[in-house]
């Protein structure tokens, strides 16, 4: 296995450290993981987690069904008399 010396600024190696806590991992492996990350070509773990977070988004004729009644627009030959 590799080993790279990196070398950081007090202020980025703090917000790293806070970062590495908040998953609870090592700073070597919270490292590890943002390169994987970076070079894998895949969704991310933490985009994937998202999935079901939410739910379903609506079609557009469930969005459609829960608005107002549309006004009356014209049509090609500049009717109103109906809506579009």
């Not at 609506?58 to 006004?71: C, G, L, N």
Request: net charge negative; with cysteine.
């Amino acid at each position: 296995m590799g080993q790279v010396t990196i070398y950081l600024q007090d202020e980025i190696e703090a917000k790293m450290c806070r970062a590495a806590e908040d998953e609870h991992l090592s700073k070597s492996k919270w490292i590890t993981n943002l390169i994987k990350d970076k070079v894998a070509g895949e969704w991310s773990a933490s985009f994937v987690k998202l999935a079901g977070a939410w739910e379903d988004f609506p079609t557009a004729e469930e969005i459609r069904d829960s608005q107002y009644v549309d006004i009356a627009r014209e049509d090609e030959e500049g009717n109103t008399d109906r809506c579009i």
